[in-house]
């Protein structure tokens, strides 16, 4: 009941150049829903408690879980194995680390604070180059290209 008062709290980024990367393209729809309930799920900031006498700790972009309550999380129609190949092949594509052990597993989303970052550095200088990167490429001359062949802009970037 606790973690699903945590994930109701925030919210993530999710890029979408994701939907072209092979992870998504060549994913079946089971390892869409594992894929963006791990999202859903990780810590957004460091976080402790303490277990038994000892103090544990997890990172943003980490999660300590179980499979049973990942599937709970995931929905009725994802089963164990589902997940478990889910899991092998994002491991693979360099998307996550899964440590697991007879109690539980720690999943670990890589880079994910590069991609939560909040309108600062690295993501403000790639919005302002590529700002300018599109208005070089969207001048009068191109419009006229496009109005000379009779084809609308829009449908002639598709096709490219």
């Known amino acids: 009941m606790e973690m699903e008062r945590e994930m109701e709290k925030g919210w993530f980024k999710v890029y979408r150049k994701l939907i072209y990367k092979p992870i998504w393209r060549d994913a079946k729809p089971h390892q869409h829903t594992v894929l963006i309930t791990l999202l859903s799920i990780v810590n957004f900031e460091e976080k402790q408690w303490e277990w038994n006498g000892k103090v544990y ?19 009725k129609h994802i089963s164990i194995q589902q997940l478990r190949t889910a899991l092998k092949r994002f491991e693979k594509y360099g998307f996550l680390t899964n440590e697991s052990t007879n109690q539980n597993r720690l999943i670990t989303i890589t880079n994910w604070d590069v991609y939560q970052q909040n309108g600062k550095g690295q993501t403000k200088e790639l919005t302002s180059e590529q700002q300018s990167t599109n208005e070089q490429v969207t001048t009068k001359k191109n419009y006229k290209h496009y109005k000379n062949l009779r084809i609308k802009p829009f449908a002639y970037a598709n096709k490219v």
């Not at 700790?57 to 929905?75: E, R």
């Open 57 to 75: 700790t997890a990172q943003s972009g980490q999660v300590i879980t179980s499979l049973a309550s990942l599937k709970d999380i995931c929905g």
